[in-house]
């Protein structure tokens, strides 16, 4: 038989557990160094460092972004890996279940998922430097068990399904503001742009 290369043993930081934790289920999932090391590390040469030993360690695994032109350069693109979660799961005392997904993704979801990527994280460092925090933050797949509709005033008798593509809420202060995130790609129809945004307007009627 072959023999394996053995992956390294690494001493989880907290700040290490908190990259894990942005990459599972639970956080972001997909990140770049470009996303993590504005949060993380004084350059972005020092999170390429530190993902690369945490990928070798079997913590994370990374894919890339597609190119569609020879222009274009890819990026390395991080997640959780199976032994990420087991270890992620031990330190924080949870269960690992729901905290990472398949393996198998399209190009257009990763895309999408790296767009969400970026407001995020570019709203975390943002709020740091307002002496404000996020407190919550759900996925789509989260808010879709949910099984959220309101009514279509314009319709009578159709329901609207209310299906962001995630929900966050900021603490500033005392006061706590909620919002939906929608990313869209200019892929969607504007009806149904119109249909969502109203949506949203007679949930918060409601």
Do not use: E, K, Y
């Given at each position: 038989m072959p023999k394996t290369k053995k992956q390294k043993s690494l001493k989880l930081t907290q700040r290490d557990i908190n990259i894990l934790w942005k990459l599972s289920l639970k956080g972001y999932r997909f990140l770049t160094c470009r996303h993590l090391f504005p949060l993380y590390f004084p350059s972005e040469s020092a999170c390429q460092k530190r993902m690369s030993q945490l990928r070798k360690?079997?913590?994370?695994?990374?894919?890339?972004?597609?190119?569609?032109h020879e222009k274009q350069k890819r990026e390395t693109v991080y997640t959780l890996a199976r032994k990420g979660t087991k270890e992620l799961a031990r330190v924080l005392n949870i269960s690992p279940k729901g905290l990472a997904g398949s393996a198998k993704f399209s190009p257009f979801f990763l895309e999408h998922s790296l767009r969400i990527s970026s407001f995020m994280c570019s709203l975390e460092v943002a709020l740091e430097r307002v002496s404000a925090g996020l407190l919550s933050w759900r996925r789509e797949k989260q808010l879709r068990s949910l099984k959220l509709k309101v009514s279509n005033p314009e319709q009578y008798g159709e329901k609207i399904p209310i299906i962001p593509d995630g929900f966050f809420s900021i603490k500033i202060g005392e006061r706590i503001e909620n919002f939906f995130l929608e990313a869209d790609r200019g892929t969607m129809p504007i009806p149904k742009i119109r249909k969502k945004m109203l949506g949203y307007v007679q949930l918060y009627r409601r």
């Open positions: 360690a079997g913590l994370v695994q990374r894919c890339f972004t597609p190119v569609i």
